[in-house]
């Protein structure tokens, strides 16, 4: 199971309102001591993001969680955003190659244009097909409390060791 810490910042029925991202990392990857995802978090700018999931530790807001995905939803998340995507992409290079190479006195240079923009454009509306499919689907995934975060001593980890 993947796991990211968060915090509880509402309650919405028998759901809590969970802020993660940016700032509720590991501590000792913030000091930059840790695996380092402080440090790609600072460097990227993540900014936070708040997900509704049931609340079945019944936390509190202002309580600190651990959220977890299954391994499996994560895949087809990575799948759907970046792996279609790009094999949609090859495919319309291909296609744009191939239909090119049937004409002619076709200087190289626009074979390579024209397969880069069909690799663009594909990719392109997969993305966007997928995107809007995740949308809707994005309540289905295992996202869940697993634990408290309370119980965690996270800035015990140091690997400086």
């Known amino acids: 199971m993947i796991e990211q810490r968060g915090v509880v910042i509402g309650l919405d029925g ?3 309102v969970v802020r ?3 700032q509720s990392g590991c501590p000792a990857c913030d000091e930059g001591r840790g695996c380092g995802a402080g440090l790609f978090g600072r460097l990227l700018r993540r900014g936070d993001a708040q997900v509704r999931v049931v609340n079945r530790l019944r936390a509190h807001p202002g309580d600190g969680v651990v959220l977890g995905l299954r391994e499996t939803d994560y895949l087809s998340l990575v799948m759907r955003l970046y792996g279609w995507p790009l094999a949609a992409g090859l495919v319309g290079a291909g296609v744009a190659v191939a239909l090119l190479s049937m004409v002619t006195g076709v200087p190289g240079w626009v ?3 024209a397969a880069g923009l069909a690799a663009l ?5 997969v993305l ?7 949308a809707g689907r994005f309540g289905d ?3 869940e409390m697993t634990e408290s975060a309370s119980r965690l001593d996270c ?3 140091d690997r400086t060791e």
């Open 20 to 22: 993660v991202g940016g």
């Open 14 to 16: 028998e759901n809590a």
């Open 141 to 143: 995934l295992s996202l």
């Open 155 to 157: 800035a015990s980890i």
């Open 111 to 113: 074979v390579d244009a």
């Open 128 to 134: 966007v097909l997928a995107r809007n499919s995740l």
């Open 121 to 125: 454009t594909m990719g392109g509306v």
